[in-house]
């Protein structure tokens, strides 16, 4: 039970320091991604142990898909590595639930930051941050999240 907590609070600092570092830096620095990455493949939030099969899938799906999305220039490769770090992590289920509330959260705070003039329509806006979150809630409240959709509850 230790080891599971002690898991939890290795990736939600991960987590937290990708996202104040892409807030200060706009990117995701590799000796955050990479650790991340490692340790998904031997600890993940809810077990010890080698990663199965599926969450090594999702993990990979995960880096293909936001590393399209890098390639085209609508976010860096950190955000790619820190998307499959999340998907590695969860699992298939909970890692797309997580990303889809990472966009979901990054498009309400994108149009409120708009519409109260802080940023332009066409201004990027850090996208770390967003996946940061979705990775802490996906460590702390893995019940929570899989119920923000029905989906999840069906899947989950």
Same mark, same amino acid.
């Given at each position: 039970?230790?080891?599971?907590?002690?898991?939890?609070?290795?990736?939600?600092?991960?987590?937290?320091?990708?996202?104040?570092?892409?807030?200060?830096?706009?990117?995701?620095?590799?000796?955050?991604?990479?650790?991340?990455?490692?340790?998904?493949?031997?600890?993940?939030?809810?077990?010890?142990?080698?990663? =199965?099969?599926?969450? &090594?899938?999702?993990? !990979?799906? *995960?880096? $293909?898909?936001? +590393?399209? /999305?890098? %390639?085209?220039?609508?976010?860096?490769?950190?955000?790619?590595?820190?998307?499959?770090?999340?998907?590695?992590?969860?699992?298939?289920?909970?890692?797309?639930?997580?990303?889809?509330?990472?966009?979901?959260?990054?498009?309400?705070?994108?149009?409120?930051?708009?519409?109260?003039?802080?940023?332009?329509?066409?201004?990027?806006?850090?996208?770390? =941050?967003?996946?940061? &979150?979705?990775?802490? !809630?996906? *460590?702390? $409240?893995?019940? +929570?999240? /899989?119920? %923000?959709?029905?989906?999840?509850?069906?899947?989950?």
């Amino acid at each position: 039970m230790a080891h599971d907590v002690a898991v939890v609070l290795v990736w939600c600092a991960a987590y937290a320091a990708a996202l104040v570092i892409d807030l200060r830096e706009r990117r995701i620095p590799n000796w955050i991604t990479y650790p991340l990455l490692l340790i998904g493949l031997v600890a993940r939030p809810t077990e010890i142990g080698a990663a =199965p099969l599926p969450n &090594v899938i999702a993990g !990979a799906v *995960a880096f $293909a898909l936001f +590393a399209a /999305l890098a %390639l085209r220039g609508w976010m860096g490769m950190g955000d790619a590595k820190l998307a499959a770090a999340i998907a590695l992590a969860s699992g298939p289920v909970l890692g797309a639930i997580a990303l889809w509330f990472a966009f979901a959260l990054g498009a309400v705070v994108g149009v409120a930051l708009v519409a109260a003039g802080r940023v332009g329509r066409r201004q990027p806006v850090a996208f770390g =941050p967003f996946l940061a &979150v979705a990775g802490i !809630a996906a *460590a702390i $409240a893995p019940g +929570a999240l /899989l119920r %923000l959709l029905p989906a999840g509850t069906l899947l989950g």
